[in-house]
């Protein structure tokens, strides 16, 4: 084992106190004022006040104490007051710079009052000196990293026994001990609202950042969803081509040798592109939705869907358009039943027994639906808290609407009901290249 020698005592000393003088003297990481980042003006205001407040209250009081209680010229007392008492305003933005300036007034206090009679008080230093050195502290810990939180008291601590020592051969009457016990306190204090104040702002910073992730993650879910949905409506048309141009040649007479090759390229062409769509599909459905073979749904079955939701307690009515089914095509049916169903399903969640209409009409080239439902009846308690929705209901809508190029407008009604209403193209296909905003 090896012996501690006085030359390892040295150097480790050394080192010591150069990381007291680096904590000492590193500038702080912010200059935001105390209270700074507070949204509110007058919680902005309040550390300039209690500032001020302290040196209105211990200036005076000071300069008599040490006027008093140590015969001191008033120059001098007033000097050594406001020296100790004015960084408190510095202390708002910068307190280690602040410290700086009070804790050598604390040495210089106690040498200057050591020579002088006592007639009365405290020694080396009066009341109002300690109250304004704590309140300085207490800014220095809210603001300052553990580190330099460390080192100041460290400082003080020396500085105390320091001044009491030039103050030899007048003893000292405890005031040193009360405040290198005080100004503990008062560091750890601080500090600890400070790293409470931090650990609330870095959660209040990751629940931002996990609400982002969960909106794209619900968003990337939804569109994998909608494709899924789709692949069953292209594969139709894709069957349908695959058919139609493998039996053109046999029902067709007089087709040319060379137009039969074509149908028959044809016929490859969308059963390869068939081939690639079930792949794809394979990577989009989960395993929990690998069972979905169904047809997709569409404007012919909106009355089923009424009429189940009537079931469940919420008296719906829909009307639609006479031959209207037949003119929708089929990808924007398929919009137009998720877009209802998921506006009755927070009918039922949110507005229990609220009687709701559903309309679907035609308006030239557009599609109009509108889903609305009227306040809930009293004391109906909403079902938000224990139905386990899965949180993608408009998000899935605006997706949809934004899949054919379609509007969407969706909010509060004045007497306390709820309205969905979309348009959409009757003819996905013509389109502009560049999809229009969609309302939110």
Known sequence: ??????????????????????????????????????????????????????????????????????????????????????????????????????APTLVLTAAVTARHQQVMGTWPWTASM?????????????RERRGTVLAVWVATVLLTVLATTLGLPRAGDGTTVLLIALSGAVLLFG???????????????????????????????????????LHDVVAHHMSVIAVQAASAPYRIQGVPDDAAEEFTAIAGTARESLAEMRRLLGVLRSEDASGEKA????????????ETVGRAGVPA??????????????????????????????????????????????????????????PPPQRTESLEASAEGTGHGLVGMRERVRLVDGRLDT????????????????DPSQRPDTPGETPA
């Open 1 to 102: 084992m090896k012996t501690l020698t006085a030359a390892d005592a040295r150097r480790f000393a050394a080192r010591q106190l150069r990381t007291l003088r680096l904590h000492l003297t590193s500038p702080s990481e912010d200059d935001t004022p105390l209270l700074g980042s507070s949204r509110r003006r007058w919680v902005r205001r309040i550390p300039y006040v209690v500032a001020i407040t302290l040196q209105a209250t211990l200036i005076p009081t000071g300069i008599a104490n040490l006027a008093s209680f140590y015969g001191l010229v008033l120059p001098v007392a007033a000097a050594l007051t406001v020296a100790q008492t004015a960084p408190l305003i510095l202390a708002i933005t910068r307190p280690l710079a602040a410290w700086w300036i009070s």
């Open 130 to 142: 300690i109250v304004s050195y704590l309140f300085l502290l207490l800014a220095l810990g809210l």
């Open 191 to 229: 500090w600890a609202i400070r790293e409470r104040a931090v650990a609330r702002r870095l959660l209040t910073e990751q629940e931002q950042i996990s609400e982002v992730e969960r909106e794209r993650r619900t968003l990337l879910e939804e569109r994998a969803r909608i494709a899924r949905e």
């Open 295 to 306: 047809p997709q749904p569409g404007v012919a079955q909106l009355d089923q869907l009424v």
């Open 317 to 374: 009515e829909l009307a639609v358009d006479e031959g209207l089914a037949e003119r929708v095509p089929q990808a924007v049916g398929l919009s137009v039943y998720r877009i209802v169903q998921e506006a009755l399903a927070n009918v039922v969640r949110h507005a229990p027994g609220a009687r709701t209409w559903v309309s679907l009409s035609a308006d030239g080239p557009e599609l109009r639906l509108t889903v609305v439902n009227a």
């Open 411 to 426: 909010g509060p009604l004045p007497d306390g009901g709820f309205k969905v209403a979309a348009v959409l193209p009757l």
